[in-house]
């Protein structure tokens, strides 16, 4: 089965930043542009929760534990999806996966191996 593939995590020390891509698979590039998405983490030990959120017409939905820090955006050319996280915290140390969302909101039951990042100093 064909997944989106994460990429761009790290070690970083507390107050960091990173940039996220999440690729989209052949299998949806004809239909990127209409495709909702979210970025979603699952810290050792906890639940998946999500962090952002993108609809394809550009509206967006962040969690109030990222809000001000964490940027959600997509490019329509490159067919990619990225979130931008400043000042980490190490409170976000977790596996961060991207996914397709319905019109509910809710995510394809098809995840991808998520990129790992880690805050500490």
């Known amino acids: 089965q064909v997944r989106l593939v994460e990429s761009g995590g790290g070690l970083v020390q507390p107050g960091g930043s990173l940039r996220l891509s999440c690729a989209a698979p052949?299998?949806?590039?004809?239909?990127?542009?209409?495709?909702?998405m979210g970025w979603y983490r699952q810290a050792p030990g906890e639940q998946r929760e999500l962090v952002a959120s993108?609809?394809?017409?550009?509206?967006?939905n962040y969690a109030d534990s990222v809000k001000g820090r964490f940027t959600i955006s997509r490019d329509n050319n490159k067919k990619t999806f990225y979130l931008r996280m400043n000042d980490l915290k190490p409170e976000d140390t977790a596996v961060y996966y991207c996914n397709t969302l319905n019109e509910l909101g809710r995510p394809s039951d098809s995840w991808g191996q998520g990129t790992q990042v880690a805050v500490s100093s």
């Open positions: 993108m609809s394809s017409g550009g509206t967006t």
């Open positions: 052949r299998t949806i590039l004809s239909v990127f542009w209409s495709i909702n």
